[in-house]
């Protein structure tokens, strides 16, 4: 049972990046969906999560507008577009299922925003 990352990567600024979610050994569709990331000596801040029966969605003030969290459940997946990006969101960015007391987390997939 896993949640594995992919997508991550360096990108200059203002460029975008896709990053993906994938569930492997069970599957997404009753679990909330949540994206964190941590930078360098920072605390791990919440980015954005999805709703499993409504698909309601809430973002961090500091990504709000420039990424979008999605899901597609026949493909096991949740995704966070992540358009417009600063050297700010420069973290290792994860993902995090949970479902009632069942709590995943990813690896994490490293992006960098540099010139």
């Known amino acids: 049972l896993q949640l594995v990352e992919s997508g991550g990567g360096l990108v200059q600024p203002g460029g975008s990046l896709r990053l993906s979610c994938a569930a492997s050994?069970?599957?997404?569709?009753?679990?909330?969906i949540g994206w964190f990331r941590q930078a360098p000596g920072k605390e791990r801040e919440g980015v954005s999560c999805i709703n499993h029966s409504d698909g309601n969605t809430v973002y961090a003030n500091s990504v709000k507008g420039r990424f979008t969290i999605s899901r597609d459940n026949a493909k096991n997946s949740v995704y966070l577009q992540m358009n417009s990006l600063k050297p700010e969101d420069t973290a290792v960015y994860s993902c995090?299922?949970?479902?009632?007391?069942?709590?995943?987390w990813g690896q994490g997939t490293q992006v960098t925003v540099s010139s």
């Open positions: 050994g069970f599957t997404l569709d009753y679990y909330n």
């Open positions: 995090n299922a949970v479902w009632g007391v069942q709590d995943y």
